[in-house]
């Protein structure tokens, strides 16, 4: 385990990393940010130390970090009582153990794209919870890589990696550059580009095959959903059929269906 150190000053510049996280949260698009990761909770900081994140720092309470024993190896650990945790990053963390690593290099998609048989491609997804939610989906049930197209939300933000439980760490992933001419690689590469819609003219989802061999399932946000670019350069538009009245899901939950329904073919 990493050197343990006891700190008693909220001001100890040793713990800049987790200050004032209401305010900065470290996000490289806010004034100030630094763009580090940041993990929550025994079981998302376990993970985190288990990725290819490099770790900064640990700070808790001693009982969460004592813990974390196991699996940290070289990054510094710091403990301190939770009124203290709550003066340096801004708020009451129930969760009682925080940690910081730097980002990790983003793969190339052509590499990704050669070692999947399941992708996610994202359109618009700009919620973080929606997201954090998508890649614990996507860890749980065989998706191999997530794609980012136009208007996706930082899956490294803070939300995203608690609500993914620390999959968003696990799942790589990498921005598309060019929307939609990107998913021409995937088609190239044998994948099936199959859009996730509640349009009512769409193949009911599971009819027709659509799910066997390489997938790409093109899921956009809720409420604007696919934009009509993104449609048009899909192999197939399915839909999840549903009770009258009701026109969506959320779209991780629409996504888990998805998702679950490819493992069972």
């Not at 385990?1 to 100890?12: F, K, P, Q, W, Y």
């Not at 989906?137 to 620390?166: F, H, I, K, Q, W």
């Not at 349009?199 to 009819?207: G, I, R, T, W």
């Not at 899909?234 to 329904?261: E, H, K, Q, Y």
Request: charged share 20%.
């Amino acid at each position: 385990m990493g050197e343990i150190v006891e700190v008693r000053d909220a001001n100890d510049p040793r713990l800049d990393d987790f200050r004032d996280l209401t305010l900065a949260d470290r996000r490289p698009d806010r004034p100030g940010g630094r763009g580090l990761v940041i993990a929550e909770g025994v079981t998302v900081v376990r993970r985190l130390l288990d990725s290819p994140y490099p770790p900064r720092a640990v700070f808790g309470v001693p009982a969460k970090v004592a813990q974390l024993a196991a699996d940290v190896a070289g990054a510094p650990c710091y403990i301190g009582s939770a009124e203290l945790m709550a003066q340096v990053i801004g708020f009451h963390l129930n969760r009682g153990v925080l940690a910081t690593a730097d980002r990790a290099p983003v793969p190339p998609v052509h590499q990704l794209i050669a070692r999947s048989q399941h992708v996610a491609v994202l359109e618009g997804i700009n919620d973080h919870e929606n997201l954090g939610g998508l890649f614990r989906n996507a860890a749980a049930l065989g998706v191999e890589t997530v794609l980012l197209g136009p208007g996706c939300a930082d899956p490294l933000y803070r939300r995203s990696v608690r609500v993914s439980m620390g999959h968003v760490l696990r799942v790589p992933f990498a921005p598309l550059r060019r929307w939609p001419e990107d998913l021409e690689a995937l088609r190239a590469a044998d994948f099936r580009v199959v859009a996730l819609t509640p349009a009512s003219d769409a193949v009911p989802l599971l009819q027709a095959g659509v799910v066997t061999g390489r997938v790409a399932w093109l899921l956009g946000a809720e409420g604007a959903g696919l934009s009509s670019a993104a449609l048009d350069a899909a192999d197939l538009a399915v839909r999840i059929p549903m009770a009258p009245g009701v026109d969506s899901l959320n779209v991780a939950t629409a996504a888990a269906i998805a998702f679950a329904g490819a493992r069972r073919v």
